[in-house]
């Protein structure tokens, strides 16, 4: 059992809109609003209903004119009372309120706690409050689209389905105990050992939907790496078309690292300038390189830029030489400068790989497009957009099903080498209960605790 304290928290963000909203959920959320409420009484009022008025702070002080939304247990979102105060969003607003309230017998929500209490009121199973957390971090419409079949219960229903095929079989088994003084064969071990082959079907196409999961969540990253001065600031510019990042003749301008994010295909991407990679004695410089070794490793895409109107150093050639051998295809070669003299070694050099290569000049927006459609054919060939059925995007989901595949394998290969029935009923058992972890209706305190303090404050 949970606390049944009132708990409050902004459940919107803050910063550039005209309203927010602040949510009290507990046994006194309406009777501490309505205490300083203006224009009705709310602990008479009908639940379902939203109430204008104002928000009247214990010294007769007018905090804001406010929109309240009355749930009363159980129709809410945690099970129980719930107040939403729409108020201006303005900082110093929010937070008289949140102190008013807290000065007031509330206490301020945990990470996830909203969602938890919805969880253990019953309101929701563990997969569709985790997939209140994945739709709100989602970076990617198709993301959205699958956490929303999780939150509609899509991977609830399928583990009931399977629990219940394994609770027949049981069942069958047990009944074949009971007849087996008869000689009367209920269920021949050849249909046991199928039906939980198709068990195992049906669990490896959930684990297998797993690894197309990776970007659903992440979105797309793109790195813009190359020796200082050949351009990847104006690049980066040119493709959020607008002046983001500082740029200059001088080399070494960007010494940090810059990322800004657009959307493209339906997807987040974030794109990320770099310091220019060079061997040098400058510390700062030399620590932003280093950063830069390592965000390689981890991002999508790297865009590695040239300055097609300079030669290219052995080192340069050598780290291209290293990128392409670790990141393949995700390289996308650019030449940038395309309104200079070009070099002919230069574009030599670039021309030796087979990589997609695009040629630009980022100071003057040409062959930008060029370069977003390469961007886009990587994301489609990454993300499928209209994902028709469940894909799995949950780690613990998937550790759950390596196990219950596991069992599932020895509780088989075991039944088939000695088809004793009584061993296979206690294992099937357990195939079940790993089954109801997932959907939380068996779990510990602390499996929760974990799961709720991963999400963000006010869900
Ligand atoms: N002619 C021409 N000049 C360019 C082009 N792209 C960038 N430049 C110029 O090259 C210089 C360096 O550009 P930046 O974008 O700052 O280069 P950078 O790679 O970010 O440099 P660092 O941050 O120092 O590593 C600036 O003077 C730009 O105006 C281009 O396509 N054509
Ligand atoms: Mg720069």
Redesign the pocket.
Known sequence: MYEKDTIISPISSVSGASVSLIRLSGISAIQTVNRFFSSVNLEKAEGGKFYFGKLIAENNQVIDEVIVYIFRAPKSYTGENIVEISCHSNVFIIEEILQLFIQNGCRTAKPGEFTQRAFLNGKMDLTQAEAVADIISSKSKAGVKNSLLFLEGGLSKKIKELKKDIIDLASLLELGLDFSEENLEIVSNDEVINKLNILLDEINTLIKSFSNSRDFQKGIEVL?V????????????ALLEKDR???????????DIIHEDIILEDTLVRFI????IRITDDHIEASGVDRVKKLIDKVDIVLA?F?L?EGISIENKELLNRLIKDKGEDVIIIG?????KIKKETIDFINSFSNNKIL?????S?NINQLRSAISFHIKREIQNEPDELILTNKRHHNILLEIKEKIITTRDSFSHNPGHEFIAADLREIINKLSEITGEITTDDILNNIFSSFCIGK
């Open positions: 813009l190359g020796e200082p001065n050949v351009g990847k600031s104006s690049l980066m510019n990042v500082i740029v200059s003749h001088i080399p070494g301008t960007t010494r300038d770099t310091a220019g830029l300055d109107a940038n400068k395309i309104d200079k630009v000049s980022a100071k003057l040409e």
